[in-house]
């Protein structure tokens, strides 16, 4: 029926696994946690419902049940980089971009959706964010995005992709749309970019050039020390 992929198969199990091991191996100084109660907030915010229908605020339990501290000066936010962070990030031990946290766990690299009077999955399709904006993925990252960046301090680091098509520094994203607007300045030190290009891939936007300027002077305006390198090591 939507041209999206379905909820992925054994989610409950996979992110029931991926909490414990969150909480146990990967990061404990969050302290304890109960996973089963995550799992059914993060279920509650869209399951019976019509999967169009689903709102930030849906998932405000959820949030309030799995938010932890982020350390000062460990907050990457990217665009277009997804699997660079990942590797670099080393789950929290270098870096604690959103998708390691436990909120972001929840979600990384995973599909949801359900259905209108239905107490089940829709493992078939769900919507895409062009077939409709507030379905539940699209709605999950936009409260997780709002969360995350009101949270970072310190050093705030941003890691683009030089090679990306349409600009290092996608306006319409959840970067510019989501977190950029919710730094906290007063908890904010500096903000280091870094613009990688793609290795063997084209230089098409670099530091002060294209998008990057605009983003350059959009933290400058908002009264940021920016400092921005060129494939970063
Ligand atoms: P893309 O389009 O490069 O990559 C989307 C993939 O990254 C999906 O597998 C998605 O999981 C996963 N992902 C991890 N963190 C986020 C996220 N945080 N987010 C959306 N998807 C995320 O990424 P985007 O859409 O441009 O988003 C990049 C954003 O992530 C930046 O704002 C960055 O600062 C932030 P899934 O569940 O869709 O399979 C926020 C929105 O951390």
Wanted: net charge negative; with cysteine.
């Amino acid at each position: 029926k939507w041209k999206g992929e379905g909820t992925t198969p054994n989610l409950e199990s996979i992110v029931i696994g991926r909490c414990y091991e969150y909480i146990r191996i990967v990061n404990p100084s969050v302290g304890e946690k109960n996973c089963t109660a995550i799992w059914e907030a993060f279920k509650k915010a869209f399951i019976n419902k019509d999967p169009c229908n689903i709102l930030p605020l849906d998932y405000e339990l959820f949030i309030n049940l799995s938010v932890h501290t982020i350390p000062p000066s460990k907050s990457l936010f990217w665009e277009n980089n997804h699997l660079l962070v990942t590797s670099y990030s080393d789950r929290s031990r270098r870096y604690m971009p959103l998708c390691d946290t436990l909120i972001g766990s929840f979600g990384d690299f995973l599909n949801w959706c359900g259905r209108a009077n239905n107490t089940e999955f829709d493992y078939d399709s769900c919507p895409t964010t062009e077939e409709c904006e507030n379905n539940a993925v699209e709605s999950f990252w936009k409260i997780a995005s709002v969360t995350y960046a009101k949270q970072s301090s310190g050093v705030i680091y941003i890691m683009l992709n030089g090679s990306a098509i349409g600009g290092a520094y996608p306006v319409k994203s959840f970067f510019a749309t989501y977190e950029v607007p919710n730094f906290q300045k007063d908890r904010i030190s500096r903000i280091e970019i870094w613009v990688m290009d793609d290795i063997g891939g084209p230089d098409l936007d670099s530091c002060g050039k294209g998008t990057v300027q605009i983003l350059e002077e959009r933290l400058k305006t908002m009264g940021y020390d920016i400092t921005c390198i060129d494939n970063y090591k």
